[in-house]
């Protein structure tokens, strides 16, 4: 299996109960998307561009009206193999506080494999380990809402991990953290994909955490506009910016540096690389 | 000003008590109030002091906090005292004036029906200082799951006490940021009468609301990613184990029943 999720030119509204099919505006259409295992894509687009919708599909919250989407070769609509898919493909929200079920870090931690129905000592094992690898072992008998916004939101990917996931997808996770949670969940998650192999899908609307992806897909009005590395993505100026959305500060910062006739070499894309590339030019 | 509070009234030690079952602990207290009414004579009622002194000396717990616990229901004891005093008319005459008559059985009763409520506060508060309430919670759905057999579904209850214990924080939270934002708006809510500041909370519920139904939704997403589907399959990663110390307390409260009963019926004329 190499292509671990596998959108098959996937058709999806948003229905109401009473609402013919034909009257709903199709949030994405057609859409065709292989992501391999192992990768970590960022996902990028204004609001309402479809991504929040793609990462649904992911784990079979919502099934797709026309077209297939397959998870490890499973298809998400079939119902038996419903909470297979949910416990390959975890998800991480936006708000930590509508995420966390229990009163005390560890029981939250818990909860996944609680559900999924494994023996005691083994969740036991399962809470420390992926407690640890968050580093947040030290705060397994807090209470959550004494715990910051980024400390939460590890808490809540330590839950994902406790279930073995094969896939976790991150759904604008670092939005409303500041720049300090956002760094921390940023880390953890790349240590996640570094070192456990997880495939990850990062939703987000920083440029700069999309930088740090092996894989960088924009979207717009359901469809995908750019699809590559983040050299390749953050070099089509013109498009992102038609698709509402920004380039890093340090790309902008070498591209208008170049325009005014500094010798700076292309796809710059983090700071440290324009410092570099303007050392050597000193 | 709400970051540092603890849902219910926990108290961190490391006693005796607080590491009985809380299955355990639970149902001796409900032993404990069946006992405290089967009670007749004052020598009984001591009996029961008794056990409720040594439990707090096993709990660790200060025994200011008890005072604390026994602060609100106060004028519950003057009330019942005072209609105690006032209907009972049996006995000696111990004071009479205008229409007020007390005698000597009046006062008993009043005094016996005292200890009795303090005592069973006491016996209460014992339970909730030594156990964490998720803990409560879950004994409490253990306790209950016979109840299955009738598809009660005691594993929802279980999990809506323990959802709603979770967000107490979170709505306390979002009450203080919804209040100042209002403030910020120029809304008064220190001034005017009572009504006039009923009337002020209402664009602080509202908000409160829509955001708790927002949340309720996104919870109900997240716990359905994790698998979630009800009491069935679930397996828990805290056990509960009965220990030899949970055997040394229930020892104990059969003691106690024993001498109790005794003393109901041997020492039954003794009385003031």
Known sequence: MDNYIDFQNVTFAYLNEDEEQSSAKNVIENFNLKIKKGDFVAVLGHNGCGKSTVAKLCNAIEIPQKGKVYVDGLDTSDGDKLYDIRQKVGMVFQNPDNQIVATIVEDDVAFGPENLGIEPKEIRKRVDEALKSVSMYDFRFFEPHKLSGGQKQRVAIAGIIAMKPECIVLDESTAMLDPRGRKEVMNTVKMLNEEFGITIIFITHYMDEAVKANRVIVMENGKIVLDGTPKKVFGEVDILKKAGLDVPEATELSLELKKSGVGLPDNILSMEELFKALESLI | ?272
Request: positive net charge.
């Open chain 2, 1 to 272: 000003m709400f970051r540092d509070i603890t849902i219910g009234q926990y108290y961190k030690a490391d006693s005796f008590v607080h590491k009985l079952d809380p299955r355990i602990k639970i149902l001796l207290t409900l032993w404990f109030i069946v006992i405290i009414f089967i009670c007749k004579t004052f020598f009984s009622l001591a009996l029961m002091i008794l056990l409720v002194t040594v439990s707090i000396a096993f709990s660790k717990v200060p025994f200011k906090m008890f005072l604390k616990s026994l602060k609100p229901i106060i004028p519950i004891i003057i009330f019942t005292c005072i209609i105690n005093m006032l209907y009972i008319k049996n006995g000696d005459v111990l004071l009479e004036f205008w229409k007020i008559k007390i005698t000597s059985e009046g006062l008993n009763t009043a005094l016996f029906m005292t200890i009795r409520i303090i005592t069973l506060i006491v016996c209460s508060s014992i339970l909730t200082y030594t156990t964490v309430p998720t803990m409560l919670t879950d004994a409490i759905e253990r306790l209950l799951s016979p109840l299955k057999v009738f598809h009660i579904e005691v594993h929802t209850l279980a999990m809506m006490m323990t959802l709603a214990l979770r967000f107490i924080p979170t709505l306390i939270e979002e009450i203080e940021r919804i209040t100042n934002a209002q403030k910020a708006r120029g809304a008064n809510f220190e001034s005017g009468k009572l009504i006039q500041k009923i009337k002020a909370m209402i664009p602080v519920l509202i908000p409160l609301f829509v955001s708790a139904f927002s949340r309720a939704y996104e919870l109900a997403f997240a716990m359905s990613c994790r698998c979630y589907r009800g009491g069935e399959g679930r397996t828990r990663m805290k056990q509960m184990k009965l220990s030899y110390k949970d055997l040394i307390a229930v020892f104990v409260f059969v003691l106690t029943t024993a001498g109790v009963i005794l003393f109901n019926i041997y020492l039954k004329s003794f009385s003031f």
